[in-house]
């Protein structure tokens, strides 16, 4: 089979570059088509418009909503199979256009319930985000109590990224790339249970806590968000909750983990793959100009998410200044007092040095006085 997986600008990599390989040890003759030039990683068959692009290929597997418009105008009847990576941003949903997807996969169910409640309605595919098990191996027996600590703090806020920190610090951890557990979310934390770790979930969201064969199948229904439980996470929390790190939880989580081994996960992808059928004929749309905006609208907000968190940066910067301007005006006031204070006290000294010279000029002309001494005036 011939698979010609569909991008925009070869996101998200990781993902591209490990289902291609898995694909390619089951003998499919892979390419990935990027819409916009970059520099690509040298295990992935990166395809053009202009280089490279294969004639006729089998399916079209899509990884954004600009690649499946324009890989549908491309090849107006090969079947194309949507991956929904996520279900904030619109460029990651499948397009609301009739005949453009065959099939839609999801990652998780907060992604599905979200291509569910489109308008358009897409037959869906439900796989487990993959990791490579077989590089991802248990690093040996844990101890009984963590000192190491793999932190993932991508995307959290400041406030979330310092009461995690404040937490470690409490507890005594300390951030290593060679832990002992993770906190995080996504799908760092499959690859930490992958690795034999425990497994904290933890996101700018909130967090849902540790990962154990209880609550697998909750948190991963919610794409280890943090956002599985409508709970609040505060610093009280994530302390107690970080003393209960327990050693055997690193070997449950290798065997959850396998759930999501690239290999099953590729075969689930070509058995999906062999079922979806041709289009008997062309979308009769202008898919080149619905990609167009897609593409322009994907990019406004991703300027508009960029100026976002540069207005958050210097608000917080802003009020870190205000905090300082106040705390000088604090000491400036403190010091105008205190330079009061030492004025009063100067004009009191040399009062009472005033007055200490007088008296002391009238008791010698008294004491002159009483012994008949007393300095007569000269005429002069």
């Known amino acids: 089979m011939e698979i010609l997986l569909g991008t925009q600008a070869l996101e998200p990599r990781s993902y591209l570059v490990l289902v291609s390989g898995h694909l390619e040890r089951l003998g499919h003759e892979v390419h990935v088509f990027a819409s916009e030039a970059g520099a690509a990683p040298d295990d992935l068959r ?10 006729a290929p089998d399916v079209l597997y899509t990884q954004d909503a600009y690649a499946a ?7 107006p009847l090969t079947p194309q199979v949507f991956a929904a990576h996520g279900h904030e941003e619109q460029v990651w949903l499948p397009p609301q256009l009739a005949g453009v997807v065959a099939r839609v996969v999801v990652f998780d ?28 191996t248990p690093r040996g027996p844990l101890p009984d109590r963590p000192r190491r600590v793999l ?14 920190q404040r937490a470690c610090a409490d507890a005594r951890v300390e951030p290593s790339p060679d832990a002992d557990f ?21 996101g700018d969201e909130g967090g849902d806590g ?21 709970t609040a996470t505060a610093f009280e929390r994530l302390r107690t909750d970080l003393d209960g790190y327990d050693p055997a939880m690193g070997p449950a989580n290798r065997e959850l983990a396998l759930a999501h081994d690239a290999r099953r996960h590729a075969e689930e992808l070509v058995t999906a793959f062999e079922e979806v059928a041709p289009r008997r004929s062309p979308v009769d749309a202008p898919l080149r100009e619905l990609a167009r905006l897609v593409r322009v609208e994907a990019a406004t907000a991703r300027h508009a ?6 207005a958050h940066v210097a608000h917080s910067r802003t009020q870190e200044l205000e905090r300082e301007l106040a705390e000088a005006r604090a000491q400036r006031e403190q010091l105008e007092l205190r330079a009061a204070e030492l004025e009063r006290a100067l004009r ?5 040095l005033d007055e200490a010279e007088g008296q002391r000029g009238r008791g010698v002309r008294a004491l002159l006085g009483r012994e008949g001494k007393v300095p007569q005036q000269r005429d002069d």
């Open 46 to 55: 990166v395809v053009t418009v202009d280089r490279g692009l294969p004639l």
């Open 69 to 75: 418009l324009l890989l549908a105008d491309l090849y």
């Open 109 to 136: 169910d907060r992604a599905a319930a979200r291509v569910r409640a489109a308008a358009l309605p897409q037959e869906l595919v439900r796989l487990r985000r993959p990791v490579d098990t077989q590089r991802l």
């Open 151 to 164: 932190l993932h703090l991508e995307g959290l806020s400041d406030y979330r990224r310092g009461l995690l």
């Open 182 to 202: 993770a906190i995080g979310r996504g799908v760092a934390m499959i690859e930490a249970m992958a690795s034999g770790l425990p497994a904290y979930v933890y």
């Open 210 to 230: 540790w990962v154990t064969p209880e609550r697998y199948e909750l948190l991963e229904a919610d794409g280890f968000s943090g956002r599985a439980e409508p």
């Open 305 to 310: 998410a960029d100026a976002a968190a540069e």
């Open 348 to 352: 009191q000294a040399e009062a009472r």
